[in-house]
C-alpha cells in the first residue's frame, strides 16, 4: 500500500472521514450494549467499502510485494555467488551430503540432488533448483 495514494484519499475524502469519527464517537459514548460494536463495525466497513479498497487489492499487493522481494534476493544471491565462487569452500559431510560456505553465502544439498538450500548473509532463502551458476559456485568451490 502506497502511502501516496493513502495521503491522496485523506485529502479528497476528509470531510466524510471527519464526520464518520465523530459518528463514532457518539456512537461509543452513547450506546452501551452489542449494537454498539455492531454499529462501529458497519461504519468502519462503509468507510473501507467507500475508499474502494478491497482485500482482494491487499493480498494482490501483499503477494507482488513478497514475489519482488524473493526475486530481488535471488538475484542478489546469484551475484554474490559469482563474485565470492573463488573465496567458497567445499566440504563433504561423508553422509552423501554437502556444504559449500562462502563469506556471505551458505549451500547445503546432497550428492545427486537437484535442489540445494541456500542461507544468503545468514538468513535461509529457501531451496533452488541447481542451475548453471550454482553448478559452477560448487565446481569453484570444490578447486578451492
Known amino acids: 500500500m502506497d502511502t501516496q495514494v493513502w495521503l491522496e484519499f485523506l485529502k479528497q475524502n476528509w470531510l466524510v472521514i471527519a464526520i464518520a469519527l465523530i ?11 452489542v449494537i454498539k460494536w455492531a454499529l462501529v463495525i458497519l461504519i468502519i466497513g462503509g468507510l473501507l467499502i467507500y475508499s474502494g479498497i ?3 487489492q491487499i ?3 501483499v503477494t507482488t510485494v513478497t514475489n519482488e522481494t524473493v526475486d530481488t534476493v535471488k538475484t542478489e544471491a546469484m551475484n554474490m555467488m559469482m563474485k565470492e565462487a573463488k573465496e567458497a569452500k567445499y566440504t563433504s ?3 552423501g551430503t554437502f556444504t559449500v560456505k562462502a563469506p556471505n553465502l551458505e549451500l547445503k544439498g ?3 540432488s537437484k535442489e540445494v ?7 535461509s532463502v529457501g531451496k533452488w533448483d541447481i542451475n548453471e551458476t550454482i553448478q559452477e559456485f560448487i565446481g569453484q568451490a570444490k578447486k578451492n
Open 117 to 123: 538450500e541456500v542461507s544468503f548473509r545468514g538468513v
Open 23 to 33: 459518528v463514532l464517537i457518539i456512537v461509543i459514548n452513547l450506546v452501551k450494549t
Open 110 to 112: 546432497s550428492s545427486g
Open 54 to 56: 478491497s482485500l482482494d
Open 93 to 95: 559431510n561423508g553422509d
Open 59 to 61: 493480498s494482490e499487493v
